[in-house]
């Protein structure tokens, strides 16, 4: 690793997360000096490593490029959590990204401008590094640099797809109050994005004040209801400072021991919040059902972020794990001005010891009767032994000549080990 990526990565954990790890050296209870250094040794000793390396290969062939983008990576990952002490917990995790051979597609860091871009920047950094709190019934305690996925990720999720995911310096709580009710709370103070940590355009963080809360209640397996507010508030991107509200009810309806019927209902209302000069309402609808036979599931799900004809006045996702909805080629990480109405059926089956998932999206605008395009994904993953991985995956999404849209096509090959 060169000295100046360790000084970005050294940078980009900041005060703010170092004074939280401080700070939450006053949930401690009191142990003997005599005893700390012994009982805090050990618990390392007892704690767990973990290593694993990704790598992945993509390509990008975009119809407004002459030249494909053509990504070959290795992600190197080390992580380790020590044994509790005290009901405390420390978590350490460490990536570092490497081009291997030569960087040919636009990581938005290193000047490629003249390729499609594949937002894997090559960099090392420091993922996790908090302290987790176990000492009140039901409760976790998390403070520092830590990952944070709520519900199906389709807002807030550590964009675990590519190859540098997104973490959160912040301190959240978990509560159980129950075995079907719980509730959980992050206040997020930096946003640390795939794109870092090196600084560039787009914004490697986002600082601000963010609150992120959800409440859910287990009826049965065949339905869950899910409150949610999200408070985002970016000093790097105003026009993505928003506030949502909403409710989602999903679940498994059994019909007998073979068969189910998955489903999904979910309703959000978006507003603007903190500083953003944009006044909008926007709101967000899913309906899915699908059916299930042992391993084997079909759904069909139809998605709709309403839009305008104004720029910024559209509901928007900056959180989220964007690549798991509206297509694997990623057309719609940003939700289009106009909106988007996401028709999709997906297909899900064990293949000679594989999984295959297969699904068809057409995509509409939600304002204007834009037809962007549709777009057809295949993605097969097969496991080797308990370590390993191997996965195919291709997206083609085909825009429609109306739409400001192109061509784009993109493949995969990606091998995991996990040790």
């Known amino acids: 690793m060169t000295v100046s990526r360790t000084t970005n990565s050294a940078k980009r954990l900041g005060p703010g997360v170092l004074s939280a ?44 490029f002459s030249k494909d983008a053509n990504a070959s990576t290795l992600r190197s990952r080390i992580s380790f959590q020590t044994a509790a002490w005290q009901d405390l917990t420390l978590m350490l995790e460490l990536d570092d990204l490497r081009s291997v051979g030569d960087e040919s597609y636009n990581s938005t860091r290193n000047g490629k401008t003249n390729r499609p871009t594949v937002l894997d920047p090559t960099a090392t950094d420091l993922n996790v590094a908090a302290l987790k709190y176990m000492g009140i019934a039901n409760t976790e305690i998390i403070v520092g640099r830590q990952k944070i996925a709520r519900g199906n990720e389709r807002f807030v999720g550590p964009v675990g797809w590519r190859q540098n995911e997104q973490t959160y310096d912040a301190g959240s709580i978990n509560y159980r109050f129950n075995d079907k009710l719980q509730a959980y709370y992050a206040y997020v ?44 508030d970016f000093d790097e991107a105003l026009a993505a400072s928003s506030q949502t509200l909403g409710l989602r009810l999903a679940g498994d309806l059994k019909i007998n021991d073979q068969w189910a019927v998955p489903y999904a209902a979910e309703w959000a209302t978006q ?12 709101d967000y609808y899913l309906a899915e059902a699908g059916i299930r036979w042992q391993k084997v599931t079909v759904k069909l799900s139809y998605e709709v972020l ?25 057309q719609f990480a940003s939700t289009p001005t106009g909106g988007i109405e996401d028709l999709f059926v997906q297909l899900d089956v064990p293949v000679l010891g594989a999984n295959l998932k297969v ?46 849209y192109v061509d784009v096509d993109k493949f995969w090959v990606m091998l995991s080990a996990n040790f």
């Open 21 to 64: 790890l401080a700070s939450s050296m006053l949930i401690m209870p009191v142990a003997s000096q005599a005893d700390v250094g012994t009982d805090v040794a050990q618990a390392f000793k007892d704690g767990k490593a973990n290593v694993a390396f990704r790598y992945r290969y993509e390509n990008v062939d975009q119809e407004n």
């Open 189 to 232: 103070r930096q946003v640390n994005r795939i794109v870092g940590p090196d600084d560039g355009t787009p914004p490697a963080d986002f600082n601000g004040n963010t609150h992120l809360a959800d409440v859910s209640y287990s009826f049965s397996p065949a339905a869950k209801l899910t409150a949610y507010g999200y408070f985002l």
């Open 271 to 282: 507003d603007d919040y903190g500083d953003n000069p944009n006044n909008y309402s926007a």
């Open 306 to 330: 309403e839009g305008d004809t104004v720029a910024n006045h559209q509901f928007q996702t900056p959180l989220a794990t964007a690549h798991a909805f509206q297509g694997w080629a990623d």
């Open 359 to 404: 699904r068809y999206d057409d995509y509409q605008s939600e304002t204007g009767s834009v037809d962007y395009g549709n777009e057809l994904g295949v993605w097969l993953t097969y496991p080797v032994g308990t370590n390993y991985s191997v996965a195919l995956k291709y997206a083609a999404f085909d825009a429609d000549n109306e739409s400001s």
